[in-house]
């Protein structure tokens, strides 16, 4: 029945997706507000507006820049409350203020070159994904941007589902929830997630890339910061006396393993030490890391690891001394969504129906649902299409947004036919 009326629904994806582009919403890493940009409010009243005119009452955006919505339950039976969720914000690795996005229609596997900046080439053989996508309708930004498919694709995905479901009420389904987030890409995309609020027993993000994947694991990260206190000195002076922090810092960095622990030499499921950033001076010098494992457990080894470079590079340098500061981030959602199998049963199931076969994989990075599913609500990761996200190369196509949409719909009938589950965290 679902199937005959995705037939004859008319979608409005592709204009909502480039509406929401062009809503520049990046977020800002050296941002101490929440959220870290005002901006990222811009869409979220967009999307609460939208939301009303679909008859949804009660959405709403907070201080904090959440969107918040409910779409009723049509049925009787005491099924789990299921939440959908996806964020607002794109990366700062790349440009996303006036983003004019592109559609190539009838995609026929040609290279791409972008209009604004014809050194920007998506290339098919670079993109092994363009050749699965023969007559699709690609959307790409201009050159000069990244396109925001990476979240708006899956919030573009949500709202086309909520439109078909106020629709088409002889569609079967408990309470859902909508939860728009901002700061996902720098990490703090459910910091003031209002869970009790929410009130929601299962969730997914829709925040994945290839048509069809499931992603029922993630990292486990930790981060840490390494603050070397130096001794400083007039350079004209210097001899015996100055023991620069910024030399130290960079000298425990290059003692870190080159050929194995890092981004550039791992895959699948080994983890890593990263450092991402690193500032100072003579006197004091700050260096940050990412640690990254599948293994929760390794995550102590990565730390004990920089330590014990740390202590012996600085036992080397009289006068200087050091703080390692190390801070949980997330943890890998397998060890609780494990514990609830039939929520990526049913969302296999729902991806089959949309027409596509699903793949459970692993994702080295994380999601919000990440951390929601150690906060109460076990979150899986459903895929929106997006693909080479935080650069200029960014794409997506209306149909791989579609079976996103079409996934949520299927789930959301599916939830219905369960009753209420105890969760497991």
Request: aromatic content about 6%; proline content about 4%.
């Given at each position: 029945?679902?199937?005959?009326?995705?037939?004859?629904?008319?979608?409005?994806?592709?204009?909502?997706?480039?509406?929401?582009?062009?809503?520049?919403?990046?977020?800002?890493?050296?941002?101490?507000?929440?959220?870290?940009?005002?901006?990222?409010?811009?869409?979220?009243?967009?999307?609460?507006?939208?939301?009303?005119?679909?008859?949804?009452?009660?959405?709403?955006?907070?201080?904090?820049?959440?969107?918040?919505?409910?779409?009723?339950?049509?049925?009787?039976?005491?099924?789990?409350?299921?939440?959908?969720?996806?964020?607002?914000?794109?990366?700062?690795?790349?440009?996303?203020?006036?983003?004019?996005?592109?559609?190539?229609?009838?995609?026929?596997?040609?290279?791409?070159?972008?209009?604004?900046?014809?050194?920007?080439?998506?290339?098919?053989?670079?993109?092994?994904?363009?050749?699965?996508?023969?007559?699709?309708?690609?959307?790409?930004a201009s050159g000069e941007t990244l396109l925001g498919a990476d979240n708006k694709a899956g919030v573009a995905a949500i709202m086309e589902a909520v439109r078909f479901?106020?629709?088409?009420?002889?569609?079967?389904?408990?309470?859902?929830?909508?939860?728009?987030?901002?700061?996902?890409?720098?990490?703090?995309?459910?910091?003031?997630?209002?869970?009790?609020?929410?009130?929601?027993?299962?969730?997914?993000?829709?925040?994945?890339?290839?048509?069809?994947?499931?992603?029922?694991?993630?990292?486990?990260?930790?981060?840490?910061?390494?603050?070397?206190?130096?001794?400083?000195?007039?350079?004209?002076?210097?001899?015996?006396?100055?023991?620069?922090?910024?030399?130290?810092?960079?000298?425990?960095?290059?003692?870190?393993?080159?050929?194995?622990?890092?981004?550039?030499?791992?895959?699948?499921?080994?983890?890593?030490?990263?450092?991402?950033?690193?500032?100072?001076?003579?006197?004091?010098?700050?260096?940050?890391?990412?640690?990254?494992?599948?293994?929760?457990?390794?995550?102590?080894?990565?730390?004990?690891?920089?330590?014990d470079i740390t202590k012996k590079v600085v036992e080397s340098y009289y006068g200087t001394s050091y703080e390692l500061e190390i801070k949980e981030q997330y943890r890998?959602?397998k060890e609780v969504l494990d514990k609830n199998p039939k929520i990526i049963e049913l969302a296999k199931k729902a991806i089959e129906l949309a027409g596509v076969k699903?793949?459970?994989?692993?994702?080295?990075?994380?999601?919000?649902?990440?951390?929601?599913?150690?906060?109460?609500?076990?979150?899986?990761?459903?895929?929106?299409?997006?693909?080479?996200?935080?650069?200029?190369?960014?794409?997506?196509?209306?149909?791989?947004?579609?079976?996103?949409?079409?996934?949520?719909?299927?789930?959301?009938?599916?939830?219905?036919?369960?009753?209420?589950?105890?969760?497991?965290?």
């Amino acid at each position: 029945m679902i199937k005959s009326l995705f037939d004859k629904y008319e979608n409005t994806i592709q204009e909502r997706f480039f509406k929401y582009v062009r809503i520049d919403t990046e977020s800002d890493p050296n941002s101490s507000s929440q959220p870290s940009t005002e901006k990222q409010k811009d869409l979220g009243r967009v999307l609460v507006e939208e939301l009303k005119s679909l008859g949804i009452s009660d959405a709403h955006l907070d201080e904090y820049g959440y969107v918040y919505a409910t779409i009723p339950s049509n049925i009787n039976d005491d099924c789990p409350v299921i939440c959908f969720c996806a964020h607002m914000d794109t990366s700062p690795d790349c440009s996303g203020k006036d983003v004019k996005p592109l559609l190539h229609s009838n995609y026929q596997g040609q290279d791409i070159v972008l209009p604004d900046d014809s050194t920007v080439v998506i290339k098919a053989n670079e993109h092994p994904e363009l050749h699965k996508k023969i007559g699709h309708d690609l959307i790409t930004a201009s050159g000069e941007t990244l396109l925001g498919a990476d979240n708006k694709a899956g919030v573009a995905a949500i709202m086309e589902a909520v439109r078909f479901l106020t629709l088409h009420p002889e569609v079967k389904h408990g309470k859902i929830r909508i939860l728009f987030t901002p700061d996902e890409e720098i990490g703090r995309g459910v910091d003031k997630v209002d869970i009790a609020k929410l009130a929601a027993d299962i969730g997914y993000t829709i925040d994945g890339e290839a048509v069809g994947s499931l992603e029922d694991e993630t990292f486990s990260a930790d981060a840490a910061v390494l603050r070397i206190h130096g001794v400083s000195a007039h350079p004209g002076f210097a001899k015996g006396k100055l023991q620069s922090a910024i030399k130290v810092i960079c000298e425990i960095i290059d003692k870190l393993p080159k050929d194995r622990l890092s981004p550039e030499t791992t895959e699948g499921k080994v983890g890593f030490i990263h450092p991402v950033s690193i500032s100072g001076s003579a006197e004091k010098a700050e260096a940050s890391f990412i640690l990254r494992d599948f293994n929760t457990a390794n995550l102590n080894t990565y730390a004990s690891l920089i330590s014990d470079i740390t202590k012996k590079v600085v036992e080397s340098y009289y006068g200087t001394s050091y703080e390692l500061e190390i801070k949980e981030q997330y943890r890998n959602m397998k060890e609780v969504l494990d514990k609830n199998p039939k929520i990526i049963e049913l969302a296999k199931k729902a991806i089959e129906l949309a027409g596509v076969k699903p793949n459970l994989r692993s994702i080295r990075g994380g999601t919000d649902g990440s951390r929601l599913s150690f906060m109460g609500l076990p979150c899986p990761n459903i895929f929106a299409g997006e693909h080479s996200f935080h650069s200029k190369q960014e794409w997506c196509t209306v149909q791989d947004m579609l079976a996103s949409s079409q996934t949520i719909v299927h789930l959301s009938h599916l939830w219905s036919k369960e009753k209420v589950v105890k969760k497991s965290v």
